[in-house]
């Protein structure tokens, strides 16, 4: 059963702001991120490529690190002001989940925290600027990523886990649950910034990345995106797609980078900054939830992830079989 | 000079909600917004049809209700909860702005009230849910207009009401100024929902409405819209546009319904939750702000809005001409 | 190896024009072709539909006659003038395949004859008018399918077939062939209106219609009726895509209507007009000639098709198999 | 009144096939022509550039010639066969208008000649190949122009030109007449390839260029251009639309180039490969058949052009004035 937060929280995080993720080859992921997939490069360092959207006005969105395998490290938000990152420490402490203070390349003062499954995330409320370039038209490239959109995670735990981002003061906008009398909670989306999700969560081996999502300004700009990854080398890093969520109501296509992180370009689906808005529920089997228009996804989206640096991956208390295509 | 709110207000404004239009012949403009613009008519009445978006799920967005001439009422707020309802209307009686709580139909209680400056302001907290239709994909028609937007209007007292609303927490995200040695603040966009404007306010005589925003998911809808409204005897509809503005970056298409009153299709501006976003300038002398292209606006856009029922238009106290052209 | 013709033959097809397909309850069909897919009903009799696309401003491309079990009729061929028919009636008597003159609804006189696989063609030079309604943009419903584009067509005897074609004046534009030291054709696509095809050839159980291919303006047309579809009921009817084909470049999605009839929605693809255009050699083994972004096609898209009225279906002559993803 | 071909001529003009441009700076058209409108630059000389569209598989559309002032050279039209030349060179010869074989880079034997109206023409049947770079969607910039469409010209001798070409075998699909008791051909669409046009003539002091026509795939790559233009320094170069035209269905955006010569991009039109297509009339009186939303043509639209080199510019026979707005 999907809760509802007990009121806001005493802190106000604004949005999923980054994912730190670690690659194998730094040139090969940002010759993808960059040259095929079209977002910006704000900074390379020896270490580290600095990634972001066109309409992003802060200087990172996507960081690459150089790492001997693939693996995912922190999920950073960001929240509205500093006074909210000492009342996240608090919070976090008052669980038993101690928080440390830690530097990160063009931010301000950052809160690193593990949730009490595993995954590491961060929070800041000061980033450095970068140049718009949403009116640079002629800089405009491959799937014309916009900004990120949101995270998506493999949680063994799901219930507990979506009870602890409730707590968060991520609000629920859709669910899946499994059939029966019993119904168990399979997957929730929630967000923070008024659109379908900052956050998502599916049952799965976990925790787990499943994927980061981009949001572009046009399902064309997505297509445009196939077209662009099948002729330049890159026909398979397409995993699933293009399609239309039920859930969500998302255009969407799933890529696999270099390193097999999936990355989902992400387009249209809706308002939900009324706090009363009614989340949407969806059975595990309605393929439509899945795919509208009745594709099956392959077994590799519903298995495979990036698991987070330094976090065991625990095998799901909830065994269902998706109904994955009509 | 834009302002900045002082802390965020003792009420939550979610974002504009409705707008109640008085039209001179009801049948003529339900035809004009159901069967070309393609809104739903989720009831009607004798005295009043309610219509909404495609994603919408509250009852209405646009209120059409029979007059004698032309003229705008209320512009109506949702706000996050009944006890936000009763601290605005504290925060107005603060400002000698007496309130009153009437019936709207289809909404919880409603705080009516008007502005310093004459304009009719409607608060609620809850409204009558109505079906989403987004995934109704058949009955997609016209502009295939999602859900209301933002609400425009001419201020004569273009600094101070920019002042009052900020004060309600609306927060600025794009602004023109006069050129010269001591600009002057001459048009503004300010922001509820995390987009770039519920309300903007633009110098001129007033106040009166410039014209009700609704959002489209697509530019594409809106080309689509200028083929079936210039093929099906509303041609003499399109005043301005298909175009791209500067500022906001929307794409964007003016119309004139059967009474005048102005409406804009409406797509493609971008995220703007974050606190800290540094608000856009630009000046009064740069054609592209108004239109990234280039082209020119008619006289009319500057020239023409609703007057509300009930208040009386001034002149503006400042008074420059902006560059409408290159 | 595809052939060219040896210069033009004493007659002048203009263009593929119309289908006959027989299906099982005309009602159904017709639910599905007018009011899910958005082409226009011409007219209707006890025993027939006759539909064409928004552009077209001849009185059929698309008719359905009752029967008792799903089968192709007619393929219908315009030709540029009278004494075309009468050319052609000597070529086929050549041939020894008689031809003989029918009567055909709204058309003028009607040459009838089968070519030497046993496909019925039917061929003519007038047809009764009908409104054109690429301007009736209030009617745009569906698909928004513009017109009848090309007819693909299953052949047992690949190469002879395409031979024949070469001789009625039929211009390769793309091919595929087997891999090897002796590579054989596999799938040929031919032309007489400058785009890709009229009629394409697929090696396989033949010979049988394998879909009916309509055009869009937009590839957001074809997006359209996969939600539009998916969300009336006929989720069912999507086959496969969309997506993009290597060969022609087309943007496209197949459908199967309630009697498995194929029918693919396609835009996209390109001028053909030069009669030196060199066709384009793709191989069996290069999954991207079937789709670039190198999705698999399903089991039934190979292997399904409609049988002709009165014609015996024969297995192929050649045996490979198809690479058909990667 | 437009006139019919009677019969085919005894050549058969394939298409318009390139214009060359006198421009006088060719590194400053470079730049407009492939940075900013993404057509491809096959070649160049220190005298001339080669520019092809992304569909194009032969070695120019567009060809770029230093001159000291702005002025048109050749309309360039591809014949079917060597043959073609030959009975076009007695054709002229007939006429009493001597053609001459001139040598034109990386093409076969080319016969030049002007009309009757001084209009520098230019046959050839074979050009030099290019690569397709059709499915090179990496490359994809700007307005991502596919091909040459057609030429417009103004025409002071509207009827005799319009009949002049209609010797030469070009089908009339849309043409404008003047309003009354007598009406007269104000403006005729004429093609070879199978749709609206090849050569469009508009009644104007002539003969001049008024446009080349280049057409794109997608109406939103003409949006993407509008983007691009106004944001890289090119703001100046939108004329007109984007927009719709009544006459031909076209999606528009008219540009100049840094000379004034006139590109339209173009979109949407239909196919027209029936003889027997009945031609649509449209009147002087009316304004959609300009822009079927509404919107005025800038006075520039209607009276400037290119003149051809070595060709007096006539005054027009017609005077009218047409409506250009409603």
Same mark, same amino acid.
């Given at each position: 059963m999907p809760v509802r937060a007990a009121g806001e929280p005493p802190f106000n995080i604004v949005r999923c702001a980054y994912v730190t993720l670690g690659v194998t080859d730094l040139a090969r992921s940002r010759d993808f991120y960059v040259d095929a997939l079209g977002l910006t490069e704000t900074e390379a360092t020896g270490e580290a490529v600095y990634l972001r959207g066109l309409e992003e006005r802060s200087h990172h969105s996507i960081v690459l690190v150089q790492r001997a395998s693939p693996e995912a490290h922190a999920l950073g938000f960001k929240v509205a002001s500093e006074g909210d990152l000492d009342a996240l420490e608090a919070f976090f402490a008052a669980r038993g989940l101690p928080a440390s203070w830690t530097e990160r390349h063009a931010q301000g003062r950052t809160l690193a925290v593990r949730d009490p499954f595993g995954v590491p995330l961060e929070f800041y409320a000061r980033m450095d600027g970068a140049e718009r370039?949403?009116?640079? &038209?002629?800089? &405009?490239? %491959?799937?014309q990523i916009m900004r990120l959109d949101h995270l998506n995670l493999f949680a063994a735990e799901l219930q507990q886990t979506h009870e602890f981002y409730a707590e968060l003061g991520f609000r629920t906008t859709e669910y899946t649950e499994t059939e029966g009398p019993d119904p168990r909670l399979w997957a929730v989306w929630m967000h923070? $910034?008024?659109?379908? /999700?900052d956050v998502a969560l599916t049952n799965g081996r976990g925790p787990r990345l499943h994927h980061v999502g981009v949001w572009t300004a046009s399902v064309m700009s997505i297509l445009h995106a196939c077209d662009v990854l099948a002729t330049t080398? /890159?026909?398979? $890093?397409?995993?699933? %797609?293009p399609g239309r969520h039920g859930i969500s109501n998302a255009f969407f296509l799933y890529l696999r980078d270099p390193d097999g992180h999936r990355v989902e370009l992400f387009a249209s689906d809706y308002l939900?900054?009324?706090?009363?808005l009614e989340p949407l529920r969806w059975t595990l089997d309605d393929p439509q939830r899945q795919t509208l228009w009745g594709h099956a996804a392959p077994a590799s989206w519903f298995e495979e992830g990036t698991p987070f640096a330094g976090t065991a991956v625990r095998e799901p208390a909830l065994r269902a079989r998706p109904v994955v295509a009509r």
């Open positions: 370039l949403l009116q640079r &038209y002629g800089l &405009y490239r %491959g799937a923070r $910034k008024g659109n379908v /999700h080398g /890159h026909v398979d $890093k397409l995993e699933r %797609g939900t900054v009324d706090p009363d």
